[in-house]
């Protein structure tokens, strides 16, 4: 198959979660399969400076705008100053306000997708920012992904003309959403084909309380929707191999996974101490991610005798908690506000257990990392972390989205840590998890022969 994969991320060049990940994975894992797949991505500036060589393609001119196709391999960027040479990250501005172009950055990438899709079998859009495509063209060949239904791309009605799209798309059953102009909407409307990254959130989507209003159409498409459960990058994220840690070590030979610890300790200020169990987070500090959730909690969690180390950035609210938190508790809870990929691989090693109180996650990353390098998580139960996550076997799950919960499961995890062998057997269960994108991959091309096919017939 030949295939068009359609994002706004692609690690390392540009990441702002879990998107990037996958669009850097699943793509070459698809090709191992023996497809063809090219990965269409705006030019961002930072992301062409990172890039090699480029050879120049074709030129291509819509809603005003001209731009060049330059390709890097199979990484496809469609350079267009005026919309993507600016600092900041792919959605905001340096000072974390959403572009206010977003619209039509986004919207222009939708338009070049649709046309460059005819040189393709499959067009596989992903997420709200690549979903506008089928709306223009190619929707019969069209599969898009939700990696998060809470992001949606809404925007006020003016934008319809400026982005090429017909009054007559504007109705409840197209792409008006609340009397906006939805992207995500669109791509549920026209896709051939639907998918989420997890079995569970599949379902939970259908349902008002995670359905973000777009419940009633996913039911409506039900058939159309499936859960593909996302993989892991196996050789960045291998703790035998990371070169971000300050030792390495694998399921045989544990031992070395203490240094990491200690380093860990040292690197953040925490009190240097093998004794005292290290919870770690790495993450949007959102209220998605219940990091506020670990700020509520974290009093409790300390008068547990452990440590807090917490990596990211989110909502200035939850971002001043924790850092308050942080402020209290000296030697005992770090808050590190950043986006730091070397630390996020020193928390996965270095910390004991790994928290993911999220209140929804589509699928979720950091606990299949957490697993593969012996951090059990504690997790919440919802979406993605029910399928990744065995409770009592390679983690722990809690039901409610609160503090007190999220203190429980912990306190669950600590009556096991203080028991070392018990320990061992829950972090080689999890070690031993088979999180690769093979089967995934697998996946994705039924979907697109099923696709194909339904199109000859
Ligand atoms: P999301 O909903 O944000 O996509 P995921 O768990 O699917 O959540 O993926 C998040 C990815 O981003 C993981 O690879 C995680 O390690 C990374 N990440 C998130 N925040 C940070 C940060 N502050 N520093 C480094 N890496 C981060």
Redesign the pocket.
Known sequence: MRVLFVTPEC?PLV????????SASLPLALRRLGHEVDVLLPGYSDALAKVGALQDEERCAHLGFEARLRRAEALLFLDCAPLYARGGGPYQDPGGHDWPDNALRFGFLSRVAADLGARYDVVHCNDWPAALTPAFAHAEKTLLTI??LAFQGNYEPSWLARLGLSDAMFTMERLEFHGRVSFLKAGLVYSATLNT?SPTYAREIQSPEHGCGLDGLLRARASALTGIL?GIDADV?DPARDPHLAARYNIEDLQAKARNKQQLQRRLNLEVNADCPLLGF?????H??GADLIAAAAAELVGLNSQLAV???GERDIEAALSAVAARHPGRVAV??????P???LI?AGADVFL?P?RF???????M?SQRYGTPPVARATG?LVDTVIDGETGFLFERAEGSALAAAVRRALAVWREPGRWREIQRAGMQRDFSWRGAARQYADLYSRLAKARVS
């Open positions: 690690a990441k702002a979660g879990g998107l990037g990940d996958v990696h998060n990254v996302n994220w790495v993450g949007r500090l959102t998605q991610k990596l990211g950035r590190a506000i950043a986006f730091d990929e630390l996020a691989h996965e993911m999220s996650e589509p699928c979720g990353l950091n606990q990392y993605g």
